[in-house]
């Protein structure tokens, strides 16, 4: 039994489907979606940093520089409402009528927070790693999330898809850990052994209420 009074949620494949995204990089590298995919998916097996996909997929790639020039040419990053994962706002609206504080932080460019703003959603903070200068798995990435909840990390719940930057990190810094079996990673992670050390495993936002129950034995 853990006291639970805030729910922190990461972005990326957890409350918004970054399958744009990903087809957006694999036709600007000049590949089909399957085979950007499929490199990916190598990628996270291995545990390597996802940029090694576009190593593989063009030898020397330069991700910063080609980053800005695709933000140059107006086809940099973006998320809309019509990413939002369809379970998304009912399990936030779920949360807020148990009296649950309601954060959202992850490794995006600021750009993310107004996205966030604009949906409307019931949330009491929204940091992206861009703002905060620091990114997960970093230490101090959720040291940050901390001061932003203005809650003991104790008392903090963390929701994510990948175990090197969500879960283990959670745990480290004294959070409570919740794995989602969603995404790329979320797949992959699911078979990994340590995943059996989340708190909760849920395969849908859905679930994430009767997780955080059971958690805080109510």
Request: hydrophobic letters at 45%.
């Amino acid at each position: 039994m853990r006291q639970i009074d805030t729910v922190v949620f990461d972005i990326g494949e957890t409350l918004m489907n970054e399958d744009r995204s990903w087809s957006d990089w694999a036709h600007w590298v000049g590949v089909s979606p399957p085979v950007f995919f499929a490199a990916l998916g190598a990628t996270i097996a291995r545990r390597e940093d996802q940029r090694r996909t576009f190593e593989i997929l063009v030898p020397g790639f330069d991700f910063e520089g080609q980053r800005a020039a695709k933000q140059a040419s107006g086809r940099g990053w973006r998320l809309t409402a019509d990413d939002l994962y369809p379970d998304a706002a009912g399990c936030l609206d779920a949360l807020r009528s148990l009296g649950i504080g309601i954060g959202i932080a992850g490794n995006q460019p600021a750009g993310v927070e107004d996205v966030v703003a604009g949906l409307g959603l019931p949330v009491d903070f929204v940091v992206s790693s861009e703002r905060l200068g620091v990114a997960k798995p970093a230490p101090a990435f959720f040291e940050r999330v901390v001061l932003e909840a203005e809650r003991p990390a104790s008392s903090i719940a963390y929701v994510g898809d990948r175990l090197d930057n969500d879960v283990l990190p959670a745990l480290a810094a004294g959070m409570t850990s919740i794995f989602i079996r969603r995404g790329p990673w979320g797949y992959v992670h699911a078979t990994w052994p340590e995943v059996e050390l989340a708190h909760a495993r849920v395969d849908s936002l859905g679930e994430v209420v009767s997780a955080v129950e059971q958690i805080r034995g109510t």
